[in-house]
């Protein structure tokens, strides 16, 4: 079954480390562009951080400097560092896998809830 499965959200007090991990099952993650978005109370969804396929990393100007985006293609898995964590960063976080090809669909995983509070 194609799917990411995101994990490794939690509460975490402002200024702290969250580790999220996405794994992808019958998806060969090293062909595609991978990305992390999130959805905060009452926002719209928005895109945090991308990992092309070639390389290269894309961050949000909210997160950069504080989050990373890396990926590992012999385990098919992509990860998203975050360090400095406020408040705002609260949100859903998503995994996604994006499309390569027009006739494809993206593919995002269920979600895991980042809670940052004290």
């Known amino acids: 079954q194609v799917q990411l499965v995101e994990s490794g959200g939690g509460l975490v007090q402002p200024g702290g480390t969250l580790r999220l991990s996405c794994v992808a099952s019958e998806i060969t993650v090293s062909l595609y562009d991978m990305s992390w978005h999130r959805q905060g109370p009452g926002k719209e969804r928005e895109l945090v951080a991308r990992?092309?396929?070639?390389?290269?990393?894309y961050y949000a100007d909210s997160v950069k400097g504080r989050f990373t985006i890396s990926r590992d293609n012999a385990k098919d898995m992509v990860y998203l560092q975050m360090s400095d964590l406020k408040s705002e960063d609260t949100a859903v976080y998503y995994c996604?896998?994006?499309?390569?090809?027009?006739?494809?669909?993206?593919?995002w995983g269920q979600g895991t809830q980042v809670t940052v509070s004290s």
């Open positions: 990992n092309t396929r070639d390389g290269n990393v």
């Open positions: 996604k896998r994006e499309k390569r090809y027009l006739w494809q669909d993206d593919i």
